[in-house]
């Protein structure tokens, strides 16, 4: 996986040589040519379009010297992030120049008339990202940022560090673009202005060998993860995992080394927000296997609420040990289904109910004081990872009638409510719905990637089961041997047993639409995702619209005839191959699918 990074890296820096090379070639042919005279009456506007021709002139120069440079120093750079060799003193290359060459696209706007903004606005947005971000990922210590934020907006003649900078910054633009609701909206485009002011500390902030590298490149990943326009968020946890594992952070240290149990804590904190970020980035490949990493959790009074030396009552964080340790489960799952050896397992039924039961337990000893807005990420957590363990895949090829149908209700219950929290946040900020209170979580434009997998496995499973899945009829869980973990319950429907699967799955579809709308207002790529969509789906959603006219239109049945209905075993299911798509054309803005998005029959 590193080795891929690194030549991704190379032939992306490789194009923008070829690209200044070329741009160098047309100066060259141009500057051979002797301009035309211009009129004596227009001196003023002739001299002024020649230094505009100057300027562009130069600018093309140093872009192409820049792009040299960066080319040569590559060729000499082995990304370790214990290197400490590259620091800007020595010489113009350094790991943080490298990174944004690689995981950088549309370029960010210049800062004019920059200042901080009031004091109340900036702890609101500080407000937002603890309570919403940091309470998932705390991967530095909550006092140092409000000890940091209280000498920039008092002045002090402390020095303040590059990291440090960094850190304010890009906690600034995560919790402004984070309750982005449309493009270039007035959250955006603060988030732009913070995130450009802390790339002018890149070069220490990133500097390798330091924890606060790792840190640092959580929190570029993160602000990735909502401006997949400027940054690729693939890239950045691929070198935040490389640093890592470069620092020995995967492995907890000899008890000698690290004594102290508050920096034991943190450092294992750190590891765990890489890790289920890494595992969060939609398409990639786990970075850490369970067989190469060894880190105990953090204590749990770690993660607690509790006051400082000063009196303040710290945030809790403990939706993020649940989240570490989900992502633990999950990484279990994926890396036996989908990271190891393409051959069938000998039981794969008994291991994925086990999986599942797994999953379901951690569900089940939710703490009730968590927030309404974690539990709802986490529900929609489980729902998801239940349809993408229970899917089909090379070590599992095979697939019950009683799987098809769990994926078909987990799959409509996770769509149909992520569509509530798409319009409720929207309504919510903008001053009206859901009260004026948005629901809280970290939402990102992952989960819009994550909503078209849903939804390709949902019509996947209509298609390959139709008749089956809309007759209403619940067939028996599949035989378990004696000890092994059971199928997972199916959960309730939303309108009681009766409710027509026709009607639910027609809404389902058309709701998944306007959700992926609701993205594309925000993200431009979900655009493509809904025009995608679309096009996999029309023929089903046609297909349900003729079902309802045609139940519109019939009678309804005797009692006695639909108990005998009840009693007939269902039609075989339509012999149905599902495709795997490529899904990092989608994290590079094209139009890709992801597993099971494309069909053949």
């Known amino acids: ?152 907006y008092s002045f ?100 000698e080394q690290l004594s102290d149990k508050a920096v034991l804590d943190m450092r294992r904190k750190t590891f765990y927000c890489v890790y289920s970020l890494d595992s969060m980035v939609h398409a990639r490949a786990f970075s850490f296997t369970d067989a190469a990493t060894n880190v105990a959790w953090p204590r749990p009074q770690s993660f607690s609420r509790r006051a400082s030396i000063t009196g303040q009552i710290l945030s809790g964080s403990e939706p993020a040990f649940l989240l570490f340790q989900l992502r633990r489960a999950q990484s279990h799952w994926y890396q036996a289904l989908f990271q190891a050896e393409p051959t069938p397992l000998p039981d794969s039924s008994s291991f994925i109910w086990q999986m599942c039961q797994d999953m379901r337990e951690w569900a089940e000893a939710l703490p009730t004081t968590l927030p309404v807005g974690m539990r709802e990420l986490f529900d929609l957590e489980l729902r998801y990872s239940y349809v993408y363990c229970i899917a089909p895949s090379a070590r599992a090829p095979h697939m019950t009638d009683y799987g098809r149908l769990l994926i078909f209700e987990h799959a409509i219950a996770y769509l149909d409510r992520v569509y509530d929290i798409a319009h409720a946040n929207s309504s919510s900020n903008h001053g009206g719905g859901n009260n004026g209170v948005k629901t809280t979580a970290f939402y990102t ?54 409710a027509d699967n026709v009607e639910r799955s027609l809404g389902c579809l058309e709701r998944t639409t306007r959700t992926l709308a609701k993205y594309g207002e925000r993200w431009d790529t979900c655009v493509a995702l809904k025009q995608s969509f679309e096009m996999i789906s029309r023929e089903l959603v046609d297909r349900l619209r003729v079902r309802k006219q045609i139940k519109q239109r019939s009678p309804p049945p005797q009692q006695h005839q639909h108990q005998h209905h009840q009693n007939i075993s269902p039609p075989m299911p339509r012999e149905m191959k599902w495709v795997g798509v490529d899904v990092e054309a989608m994290l590079r803005g094209s139009s890709g699918g992801s597993r099971g998005a494309k069909f053949e029959q």
């Open 445 to 498: 434009y992952h989960d819009a990637l994550r909503v078209f997998f849903m939804a390709s496995q949902f019509v996947a499973v209509l298609r390959d089961a139709e008749d089956l899945l809309l007759a209403g009829v619940t067939p028996p869980p599949p035989f378990i041997e004696v000890g092994k973990a059971p199928p997972p319950p199916l959960p309730p429907r939303p309108g009681g047993p009766g």
């Open 156 to 255: 002090q003649d402390r020095v303040i560090k590059d990291s440090e900078y960094w850190l304010v910054y890009m906690v600034l633009a995560i919790g402004s673009t984070a309750q982005s609701r449309a493009k270039n909206d007035h959250y955006y485009l603060d988030g732009l202005r913070f995130v450009a002011r802390a790339l002018q500390h890149a070069d220490r902030a990133l500097m390798p060998g330091y924890t606060t590298q790792i840190q640092s490149l959580i929190l570029l990943t993160q602000y990735s993860m909502l401006d997949p326009s400027h940054f690729d968020s693939w890239h950045l946890i691929g070198f935040t995992s490389r640093a890592v594992i470069d620092l020995g952070m995967h492995q907890d240290p000899p008890p």
């Open 1 to 152: 996986m590193i080795n891929l990074l690194e030549a991704r890296s190379e032939e992306k820096l490789e194009k923008r040589l070829a690209y200044a090379r070329s741009r160098k070639a047309s100066v060259a042919q141009h500057e051979s040519e002797v301009p035309p005279a211009a009129p004596e009456g227009d001196r003023k506007d002739s001299l002024a379009t020649i230094k505009a021709a100057i300027y562009r002139k130069a600018a093309r120069k140093r872009e192409m010297s820049d792009v040299n440079s960066l080319m040569s120093d590559f060729g000499f750079l082995s990304i370790n992030a214990t290197t400490r060799d590259f620091e800007p003193s020595m010489g113009n290359m350094t790991f943080a120049r490298l990174v944004l060459a690689a995981a950088s696209h549309d370029p960010l706007p210049d800062i004019i008339d920059w200042s901080l903004p009031q004091r109340q606005d900036a702890f609101a947005l500080v407000q937002h990202y603890m309570t919403n971000i940091w309470s998932l990922f705390p991967a530095f210590p909550e006092t140092a940022l409000y000890t940091i934020l209280d000498q920039m």
